[in-house]
């Protein structure tokens, strides 16, 4: 197969990784217009293996800065540390996933992860660390890393099966299997400068390869990929880059693995104390729950005691105005009795003969008188 025969899967997970507007640093017009992305990536073809859960405490995800000069910076959320080489091989100087490394125009910086791979950053560069999967029990690595300017030049050993290596910059993709190259990101242009070894370079939309040996490079602008080769000025560049670069010292290996080996200690120390104030906090909640129980019976209880007290009130009001009905009742047929008492003691106010006599007269009266 094709050392560079996998651009299918390559663009599916460059895909994911394309520039963004909130987190793509200042740039001209032109390279706003022409900004699409740059791959380099460097892999033995033969299927991806999951590394996650096989990483051990002596893996470092990431990269170790072994030299700095000038204005080193790096990035991780809103919080930003400056690098001196007071700093060097401690956890401040370390470029770990999602991290960004920031150098100004007198900056520059060495960087080695423990695969061997050898990094320099060079002045008014910005580098993202994507992601970095390492498991060097099995020299197995992955890593992807996004440039969004200046300059890297990377320094990378024959990938073992499985491996990758992958860069992203502005218009182009490239693949090797290992080599020692120079990749520039420079107003919107890209250009892939090869020392040693190949590199197949595509454009953004993976339509077209070119496979550029060592002594050639690539430029990549407008989905156009132009190879020609090197000039004195392009050998004298790589020659200043690639020279000297620091790698990671006895002592310098020695301190990263007392850094990991605390961050083992501290991160088992730190899960021991979340487990015990998950215990705790259980322990609250029940508690909690036994008094909310509590007040709710005792609340029950008191309303219970209320309505019996409200139905007695009821009741003793019930009694009473039924009480006081009867007795009004009563009241009034005793009056009603009396009444009707009183009217037949009474005597009539005319006797019988008066009556008789009343009527005799008015017969006897003449019509007219």
Known sequence: MHPFLFQTDLKKQIDGRRFSESDRPMKS????????????TFALVTGVIACKDKATPADLQGAILTAVSG????????TKTTVTADKLYSKEAMLLSGMILETGKDGKVDMQFQTGTQLRVGPSSRIKLENAQVLTGENFSQTLIRIDSGSLYTKVNRLEK??????ITPTATASVRGTDFLTKVEEGESSVLVQDGA???????????????GGNKAEVDNASVDVKPLDEEDKKELQEYGSNIQGITEQGRQQINSILQTFEENKAEIMKAIEGQKEANKELIEGQK??????IEGQLESNRQLMEQQKERDREAKEAIESQGKEDVKKNVEEGRQGIEEQKSQKPTNTQSETQSELDRIKQQKPGN
């Open 71 to 78: 204005q080193v910076t790096l990035i991780k959320g809103d």
């Open 162 to 167: 499985g491996s990758s290596f992958s860069l």
């Open 290 to 295: 036994e008094n909310n129980r509590k007040l």
């Open 199 to 213: 590199v197949a370079v595509t454009d953004d939309e993976f339509k077209k390869e070119e496979v550029v040996e």
């Open 29 to 40: 017009n032109v390279l706003r217009r022409r900004a699409a992305a740059l791959a380099v």
